[in-house]
């Protein structure tokens, strides 16, 4: 697995969990995010009232689940987790929705992969708190109308555009969350740092914070593979020689590219003269899988400004020469 990997598996989720902030107040970044959630919450408890349902947009690692967590804690209501691939029928999400008690909060993560049939149910739930089990089939087949507990729904998706209009307009608050900047990685990981007993000095912090890709998850992943470094070949502190020491030998490099990323960037350049390179050459040449270069490698590349797509192939720019300290031919496109 990637260090760099903004998705997380059962067993680093435990590890995760452990880190995650339990109130607004200890969620870092976000500023704007964070205090319209606070509002929206405060409104709610001052009137009695259940919050209305949030959706949560943005992409893996920034935060969407700890997010569900603290709403559920700042209303003081108990949490039930599932998410949208787990909901394959209708009658799944009635079981869920009918154990509900008042005034809990359902997180669905990846909402936008619910089936069709259970989407339409949880619109009439989220709007009436009311779900209609089809008892019978064909023409005799009657749907009875069954209330539900008055719940919250907070849903969570890595694009809001992925779900259907009707979908995204019952959620009363919508939140889109962005890449985080290193200010907000830095107090993360001192956060971080102190809960896993590793003194980490602020220059050590800045380093890791700059290699993250703005992503808090692969901050709290990195800070746990330089604190293993630390404890075999130091006295645990973390300083800065330490920690570039450390994520070299974990090949993130300082802008946080790892050896797929560099890989891609080196063939575009060094074999391809810049490009432009079609996606399935470029696939062959680092010898990935096309999707694996596409999805996991390309995105982060775009947003960095090291490549660009053009309808001709992929495109190093000047900017992912200079990475490389490599010089770009005379006419180098990019
Ligand atoms: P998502 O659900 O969007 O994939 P998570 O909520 O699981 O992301 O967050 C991944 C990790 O990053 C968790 O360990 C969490 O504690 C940490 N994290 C995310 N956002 C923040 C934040 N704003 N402040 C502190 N830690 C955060």
Redesign the pocket.
């Known amino acids: 697995s990637r260090p760099v990997d903004?998705?997380?598996d059962d067993a680093e989720?435990a590890a995760?969990?452990a880190?995650?902030?339990s109130t607004l107040g200890?969620?870092?970044?976000?500023p704007r995010v964070s205090e319209q959630l606070g509002l929206v919450l405060a409104a709610a408890r001052n009137r009695g009232a259940v919050a209305d349902h949030v959706l949560?947009s943005?992409?893996?690692?920034?935060?969407?689940?700890?997010?569900?967590m603290i709403i559920a804690a700042e209303m003081s209501a108990p949490l039930r987790i599932s998410s949208g691939p787990a909901i394959q029928h209708a009658g799944d999400l009635a079981a869920i929705l009918s154990g509900l008690g008042e005034g809990e909060v359902l997180f669905l993560?990846e909402i936008h992969r619910m089936s069709r049939p259970a989407e339409e149910m949880l619109y009439l739930a989220m709007e009436d708190f009311r779900v209609d089990v089809v008892v019978g089939k064909g023409p005799g087949a009657t749907a009875i109308p069954i209330d539900i507990p008055h719940f919250t729904l907070v849903g969570?998706t890595t694009r809001a555009g992925l779900l259907p209009g009707p979908l995204r307009d019952r959620f009363g608050f919508t939140a889109q969350?962005d890449f985080?900047d290193d200010t907000?990685l830095r107090?993360?990981l001192m956060?971080?740092a102190t809960q896993l007993g590793v003194r980490l000095s602020t220059e050590a912090a800045a380093e890791i914070a700059r290699r993250s890709r703005g992503?808090?998850?692969i901050?709290?992943r990195l800070l746990r593979r330089v604190r293993d470094y630390a404890q075999v070949k130091a006295d645990g502190t973390v300083s800065l020689a330490l920690a570039r020491d450390a994520l070299d030998l974990f090949e993130v490099d300082d802008r946080g590219l790892d050896r797929l990323d560099r890989g891609v960037l080196e063939a575009v350049c060094a074999r391809f003269g810049g490009g432009p390179v079609g996606l399935s050459t470029l696939a062959i040449s680092v010898g990935e899988e096309t999707d694996t270069v596409e999805e996991v490698a390309e995105p982060f590349l775009v947003r960095q400004g090291f490549l660009m797509r053009t309808p001709r192939g992929r495109v190093a720019t000047p900017a992912a020469w200079r990475h490389l300290g490599l010089t770009a031919p005379v006419g180098a496109p990019g």
């Open positions: 903004p998705q997380a989720r995760e969990s880190l995650r902030p200890e969620f870092q970044g976000q949560l943005g992409p893996p690692g920034l935060g969407k689940t700890t997010l569900a993560d969570a969350l985080y907000a107090r993360i956060r971080s992503t808090p998850r901050t709290n």
